[in-house]
C-alpha cells in the first residue's frame, strides 16, 4: 500500500440535501495529505460492487472541509447517467474510497494580492471549493470583503445555509450571500444567470460593491460554460488571470 500513489479511506458519514441530485460525503484523512483551501482531490472506486477491488474510476473533487480538519469532505452532484457519481451516492458509513495522495489545482487565495475584495461566484457544486476558504481564518486575512455569489437552478439547491447564517453573524457585512435560483422565484432576488447579472450590472446593485478591477479579485467555478462566459464579460471590464509571476484578479476552475 505504501508504494501506491492512493491511500484507503472510509466513509464517515453522508448528507443527502436533494434526494437523486445533491449529496455531502465525509471521509477519514490520511495524516500525511495535504491541501490549500480550493484545492481538489482525486477519488477513486472500483468499476464493480467489490469493495475488495482496486480502483479504477477517477474523479475530481474540490474538498470542503479545511486543511485543520481531521476529515475530509466533499459536496457532489449525481449525474444520473455518469459513471462515477450514482457509485459515490450509493456508498454507506464504512465502505471505503480511495483518494490519491497529492492535492491539485490553483483555485487559491495566494493567488491575489492581499486586500480588496475577494468575489466568490459559483454554479451548482462549484460551492465546495470556496466552503473551505471561507471556513478558513486566511481568508478572512487577506481580503476587506467577501461577496458569495451561488447560481442553481431551484431553491432547494442553495445548500449548506447553516454556514452562510453563520458566516452573516460572525463576519457581518463583511460577508455578502447573494444566492441565484434560476428556475424558481426567491424571496426578492432577480431569477437571472449569473452572467446577465455581471454584463447588467445587477451584481454589483444586490451586493452595493463595485466591480473594480484594482480592489475586486474574482474566482469562478463550475460550469464551463458560464466561466467561459464570464471570463470575457469580466475580460472586457478589466479582470484577467495572473501570468509569469504577475498576480492577476481573476482565477478559475472548470468543472467538466
Ligand atoms: C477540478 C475539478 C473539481 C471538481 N469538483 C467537484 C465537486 O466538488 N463536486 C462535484 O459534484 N463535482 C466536481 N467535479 C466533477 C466531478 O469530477 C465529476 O465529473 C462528477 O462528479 C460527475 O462524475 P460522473 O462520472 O458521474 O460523470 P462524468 O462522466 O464525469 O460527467 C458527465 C457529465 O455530467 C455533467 N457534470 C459533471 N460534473 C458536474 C457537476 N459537478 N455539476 C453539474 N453537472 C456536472 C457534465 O455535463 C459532464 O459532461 C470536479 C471536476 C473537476 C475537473
Ligand atoms: N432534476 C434535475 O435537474 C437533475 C436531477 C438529477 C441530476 N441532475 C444532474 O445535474 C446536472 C446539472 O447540474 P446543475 O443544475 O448543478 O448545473 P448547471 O446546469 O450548471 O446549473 C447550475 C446553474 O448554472 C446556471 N448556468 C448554466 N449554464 C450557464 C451559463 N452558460 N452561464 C451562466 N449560468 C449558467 C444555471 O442556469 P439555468 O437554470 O438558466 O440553466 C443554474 O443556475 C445535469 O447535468 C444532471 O446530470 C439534474
Known amino acids: 500500500m505504501t508504494d501506491q500513489k492512493y491511500t484507503r479511506e472510509t466513509v464517515t458519514g453522508m ?5 437523486g441530485k445533491l449529496f455531502s460525503i465525509t471521509t477519514t484523512r490520511d495524516s500525511a495529505f495535504q491541501f490549500e483551501p480550493g484545492q481538489f482531490a482525486r477519488l477513486g472506486l472500483p468499476a464493480s460492487n467489490d469493495h475488495a477491488a482496486e480502483p479504477t474510476i477517477w474523479r475530481a473533487y474540490s474538498m470542503v472541509s479545511t486543511p485543520e480538519d481531521d476529515f475530509l469532505s466533499f459536496y457532489s452532484i449525481v449525474v444520473p447517467e455518469g459513471e462515477f457519481s450514482p457509485r459515490l451516492a450509493g456508498l454507506k458509513t464504512g465502505d471505503p474510497v480511495y483518494i490519491d495522495k497529492t492535492a491539485f489545482g490553483f483555485l487559491t487565495i495566494d493567488r491575489f494580492p492581499q486586500g480588496g475584495n475577494l468575489w466568490l461566484l459559483a454554479t451548482g457544486t462549484g460551492l465546495s471549493a470556496y466552503i473551505s476558504m471561507l471556513n478558513t481564518p486566511a481568508t478572512w486575512e487577506r481580503f476587506d470583503k467577501i461577496i458569495l455569489a451561488h447560481g442553481v437552478r431551484t431553491c432547494e439547491e442553495l445548500t449548506y445555509q447553516d454556514e452562510m447564517a453563520k458566516w452573516q453573524q ?18 426578492n432576488h432577480p431569477q437571472e444567470r449569473l452572467t446577465s447579472l455581471i454584463s447588467n450590472g445587477k451584481l454589483e446593485q444586490l451586493s452595493g460593491l463595485k466591480l473594480d478591477p484594482e480592489t ?18 469580466l475580460g472586457e471590464k478589466g479582470f484577467a488571470a495572473g501570468r509569469r509571476g504577475i498576480p492577476g484578479n481573476l482565477a478559475v476552475e472548470n468543472y467538466w
Not at 475586486?216 to 464579460?233: D, F, Q, T, W, Y
Request: a positive charge; glycine letters at 4%.
Open 15 to 19: 448528507t443527502e440535501w436533494v434526494p
Open 170 to 187: 460572525q463576519f457581518g457585512d463583511r460577508f455578502v450571500y447573494l444566492p441565484l435560483p434560476t428556475r424558481e422565484a426567491y424571496k
Open 216 to 233: 475586486s479579485r474574482i474566482m469562478l467555478c463550475g460550469n464551463p460554460e458560464m466561466l467561459s462566459e464570464a471570463r470575457k464579460i
